[in-house]
């Protein structure tokens, strides 16, 4: 069991650029989560999803989007990368039901430039 | 705009003390709350959940929920310098899927 897996570890972008970061869990979860954490602050939600095809914004949705095509992947699509979406940004999941317990990816920090 | 907040600043206890955090929650119906610690430069992982009143204790962890007073509390007993960490508050907002996070208290236990 690999758990939740997040691709790549580190990026640097241009302004203006884009990129997706991957994101893809194994234990047959039906919720999926983007968060971003800014240094020294909690996490802020970007997109979530209950379930294959369904996906809603969260607190910052701007300047980017989400697609949830099957219950495994979960691909966070940056379109043209400004210096506010230098972040952290935490993929996590869990089942929906039963005990709620967030299993987190291992995070990818993006640096635009 | 449905919020949780933990307003203290870095907490540096002694090895062996007690270690205890706050958090406000502004939706008077969520049910559902959570403490994840997150050490620097990993991702959290759940400590703590709790959904009715009162004390729910395991092992040196102990959360507290007042739904009437809209706040959750975590003790830390025997304070250990493992202990050293953010600590992030959560909670699952009413008719809600959304799990919204504190910005987090960083704890510091001295040896």
């Known amino acids: 069991n690999a758990g939740v897996t997040q691709t790549p570890k580190f990026r640097i972008l241009k302004i203006g650029q884009s990129m997706t970061l991957q994101c893809t869990q194994d234990m047959n979860h039906n919720y999926m989560y983007w968060y971003r954490q800014d240094p020294g602050m909690g996490l802020k939600l970007i997109y979530y999803?209950?379930?294959?095809?369904?996906?809603d914004k969260g607190e910052v949705p701007n300047g980017y989007n989400v697609s949830r095509s099957t219950t495994e992947d979960f691909p966070l699509r940056l379109e043209l990368a400004a210096p506010s979406q230098t972040s952290v940004y935490f993929c996590?999941?869990?089942?929906?039901?039963?005990?709620?317990?967030?299993?987190f990816g291992s995070g990818t920090q993006l640096s635009v430039l | 705009q449905k919020e949780v907040e933990q307003n203290s600043g870095p907490l540096s206890v002694p090895e062996g003390a007690i270690a205890s955090l706050n958090c406000t929650y502004s939706?008077?119906?969520?049910?559902?709350f959570f403490w994840y610690r997150q050490y620097s430069g990993k991702s959290p992982e759940l400590i703590m959940s709790?959904?009715?009143?009162g004390d729910k204790e395991d092992g040196r962890f102990t959360a507290q929920l007042n739904k009437a007073s809209q706040y959750v509390s975590l003790l830390i007993r025997d304070s250990q310098p493992s202990d050293s960490a953010t600590y992030l508050c959560?909670?699952?907002?009413?008719?809600?899927?959304?799990?919204?996070f504190g910005k987090g208290n960083q704890v510091v236990v001295i040896p």
């Open positions: 999803s209950v379930g294959a095809g369904i996906t």
């Open positions: 709790i959904y009715s009143n």
């Open positions: 939706d008077r119906g969520s049910q559902s």
């Open positions: 959560a909670v699952r907002f009413y008719g809600n899927n959304r799990l919204a």
């Open positions: 996590a999941s869990w089942q929906g039901t039963g005990y709620e317990k967030l299993f």
